[in-house]
């Protein structure tokens, strides 16, 4: 199973050469191999809801809302994995380690830990600091 982190999301949902790259290679993975997790998507709505915030208008915030909407959709078609106490007991464990990586970014290790996932993400230089994480980056 892979777990796809939140900046690959973005490449995707950008389009351009890595996103296309990235979405050829998920489209040839069987069907239930692909996840997203609760964490990422906590990260991606704030950031939409950032956006909606900073804007100065009611009509400017729609293009926002258009992108939330976007999430919100893409979420629905994926199984998104929990961060349940499989997740907690790994992140517990990976923090007492003191390992040198955003919490957010340790809850996902987390997650994918517990759920024997491959993290398809660019941030190799962070999450390979993962001791037992499968890490791979699949838009170069």
Sequence with gaps: MYLLDSDLLSLIDR???EGLRIQDRLQHLPDGQISLCIVTYEEQVRGWMAQI???HSV????????ELDHLRDAYCNLPVLPFDDA???QFQGLWIQRLRIGTMDLKIAAIALAN???LLTRNIS???K?????VEDWSA
């Design 15 to 17: 389009g351009g050469a």
């Design 53 to 55: 915030a900073k804007a």
């Design 59 to 66: 009509t400017a915030q729609k293009r926002w809302y258009a």
């Design 87 to 89: 997740a907690i007991a």
């Design 116 to 118: 024997n996932a491959t």
């Design 126 to 128: 962070d999450f390979g």
């Design 130 to 134: 993962v001791p037992g994480l499968r």
